[in-house]
C-alpha cells in the first residue's frame, strides 16, 4: 500500500521539560562498586535526570506545556483535547492531566484525560489526538498532547542506570510544520508479557531485564514487518529512525534486529555496514537521550526533539521512522515527515537551555532527593518547596495535592480547586499560611554539586 500522507495532520509544535538536576553516570557507578564503562559504554548512559523532591510528573507535564505555549504563543482558549500518556500516576482516580488542564489555563470545553500503557501511552495519546482532528471533530481547535514519566527502580538495582525523568507537549493540529504523521496500515504488536511492572504498592518499578530486551526486540521486528508488508517500503525509505530509548544502547540492539530483517528480505545490500548505518540513522536522536536517561513516555519525544535540535544535523524534510515500545506489552511504528521549515522547532524545544541550565548533584544528596520524595507521597507530608521559582509541588495536605503556581516563589495553590473558583479563594489563602509558617527556613541555595 501506499506512502500517502494524511493530510494535514501531526505535530505542528514540541516543547520539553526536564528536572533541574541530574546525577552524572560515573559517579553512580563508583558508589555503585561497578566499572564507569558498564554505564557509559555498555547501556550508552552519560546522565540521568534526577528530580528534586518538589518536581512530580504534574510538574514536569504542567512545565512543558507552558514551554510549549510559551515559546510558539499558543492561546490556551484554542485547545478542545488534552491527553497525557503516563505511567507515573499520582493517584489511583484523578489524571494528570486534569491538574495540567487548570495549570495551562485550558477551557472548561477542552475534554482532559491521561492514557496509560507503560512508555506506549504517549504514542496512544498521539494517534487518539490526531484521529480527533483528521475525524473532524476538533472544530478549528488543536489538541495538546503530553508525555510525562519518572523512571525510577531500586537503589542498587540493575535497572538504577537507567533511572531519568522528563516531559514532552506537543501541538497536534492540521498545520504539522514539525512533523506530518503519514496513512499507512497500522503497524502494531500487543501481546500480554511480564517484562516489567510496578505494583500499586510500590513506587520504583520490577522488571525481568534481559526478558525485557527479548520482548522490546520481538515487538520491533514483528511491528516493522507488518510496516513493510502494508506499505512494501523498506529501510533505505527512512532518513532516520528513532526507537524508544530506555537506554540508548537499546536503540542499537534494534536498529541491528531491524538491519539484520532487512538484509534477509534484500533492503540493504549484503555488504552494508550496520555500524554506519546506525551512525547515520539512529545516533543524531540519541544525545539528548544519553543526557536525560529513561523518561518512559517521553522517551521517544525526547529523541525526536534531540533529531531536531541536533547542532550539526539538518533533518528539514527528513522521512522518519518512530518506533514506540510499552512493556506489558503493546508497540507500534510509525511513518513521518519532518517539515521543510526549520524555524518552527529549532531554539523552541528548550532542549538546550534546560540542559545547559541543569546542577549536578552528588550521590548522596540524589539519595536524599529520593527518600523526601518517597516522604512526600505520605498524607500530611506539605512542606516548602526548594528555593526557586516556578511551580512546585509541596506534598499533600487532607490528602490533597498542593501546588505552589508558576509564577509564584512562596504562595502554593490547592491542586484541588480551580485557581478563581469562590473555593479556592477560600482556602488558598489558608493553605499559603500553612507552608509559610511549615517552622523551617527556607534551605540555602545548593552548590555545584549539591
Ligand atoms: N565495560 C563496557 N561494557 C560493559 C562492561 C564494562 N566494564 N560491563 C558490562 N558491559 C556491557 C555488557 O556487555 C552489556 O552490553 P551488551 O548488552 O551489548 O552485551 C551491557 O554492558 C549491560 O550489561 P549487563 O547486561 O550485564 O547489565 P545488567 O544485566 O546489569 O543490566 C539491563 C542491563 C537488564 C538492561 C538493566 O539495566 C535493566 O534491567 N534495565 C531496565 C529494563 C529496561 O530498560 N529494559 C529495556 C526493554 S523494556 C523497555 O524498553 C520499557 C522501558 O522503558 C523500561
Aim: glycine share 10%; aromatic share 8%; with cysteine.
Amino acid at each position: 500500500m501506499s506512502r500517502e500522507s494524511l493530510p494535514d495532520v501531526g505535530i505542528e509544535a514540541l516543547a520539553a521539560h526536564i528536572p533541574r538536576y541530574y546525577l552524572d553516570l560515573g559517579t553512580l557507578a563508583r558508589a555503585n562498586g561497578v566499572d564507569p564503562a558498564k554505564y557509559q559504554v555498555g547501556l550508552g548512559c552519560r546522565r540521568m535526570a534526577v528530580p528534586a523532591p518538589d518536581e512530580d510528573p504534574v510538574v514536569l507535564a504542567a512545565g512543558a506545556t507552558a514551554r510549549l505555549f510559551d515559546a510558539y504563543r499558543i492561546d490556551p482558549a484554542n485547545i478542545g483535547l488534552l491527553v497525557v500518556g503516563t505511567e507515573s500516576g499520582v493517584d489511583g482516580a484523578k489524571p494528570i492531566a486534569a491538574y495540567v488542564h487548570r495549570m495551562a489555563g485550558l477551557p472548561a470545553t477542552c475534554r482532559a484525560f491521561d492514557v496509560q500503557h507503560a512508555c506506549y501511552g504517549s504514542t496512544a495519546a498521539l494517534t487518539i489526538a490526531a484521529d480527533w482532528v483528521a475525524g473532524g471533530r476538533s472544530a478549528g481547535r488543536k489538541a495538546l498532547v503530553v508525555a510525562a514519566d519518572i523512571a525510577r527502580y531500586d537503589v542498587g538495582s540493575p535497572g538504577e542506570p537507567t533511572q531519568g525523568a522528563g516531559a514532552v507537549a506537543l501541538l497536534v493540529g492540521p498545520e504539522p510544520r514539525v512533523l506530518r504523521l503519514e496513512r499507512h496500515p497500522e503497524a502494531v504488536h500487543a501481546e500480554e508479557v511480564m517484562d516489567f511492572w510496578r505494583p500499586h504498592y510500590r513506587d520504583s518499578a520490577l522488571v525481568d531485564g534481559h526478558y525485557s530486551l527479548e520482548c522490546y526486540l520481538h515487538a520491533a521486528e514483528s511491528c516493522w514487518r507488518r510496516y513493510r508488508e502494508g506499505t512494501r517500503a523498506g529501510f533505505p525509505d527512512f532518513d532516520f529512525l528513532l526507537f524508544h530509548s530506555p537506554f540508548p544502547k537499546m536503540a542499537r540492539k534494534a536498529h541491528r534486529r531491524l538491519f539484520d530483517a532487512a538484509m534477509r528480505d534484500g533492503d540493504v545490500p549484503a555488504e552494508a555496514d550496520p555500524a554506519a548505518d546506525f551512525e547515520r540513522r539512529v545516533l543524531p536522536s540519541l544525545w539528548a537521550n544519553a543526557e536525560i536517561g529513561n523518561a518512559y513516555t517521553a522517551s521517544l519525544y525526547l529523541s525526536l526533539a534531540g533529531l531536531l535540535e541536533h547542532r550539526a544535523v539538518r533533518c528539514a524534510g527528513a522521512r522518519i521512522g518512530l518506533f514506540s515500545y510499552g512493556s506489558g506489552s503493546c508497540a507500534e511504528f510509525l511513518a513521518a515527515r519532518v517539515g521543510d521549515d526549520e524555524a518552527a522547532w529549532r531554539g523552541r524545544t528548550g532542549l538546550h537551555e534546560l540542559l545547559d541550565a541543569r546542577r549536578e548533584l552528588t550521590h548522596r544528596t540524589y539519595l536524599r532527593f529520593r527518600k523526601e520524595q518517597a516522604d512526600l507521597a505520605h498524607g500530611g507530608s506539605l512542606r516548602p518547596p526548594l528555593p526557586h521559582r516556578g511551580l512546585a509541588f509541596c506534598g499533600t495536605r487532607d490528602d490533597r495535592r498542593v501546588y505552589r503556581d508558576a509564577e509564584s516563589t512562596a504562595a502554593p495553590v490547592a491542586s484541588d480547586v480551580g485557581g478563581d473558583s469562590p473555593a479556592a479563594a477560600a482556602v488558598a489563602p489558608r493553605r499559603t499560611r500553612r507552608v509559610r509558617n511549615g517552622g523551617q527556613p527556607a534551605p540555602a541555595p545548593p552548590r555545584r554539586p549539591c
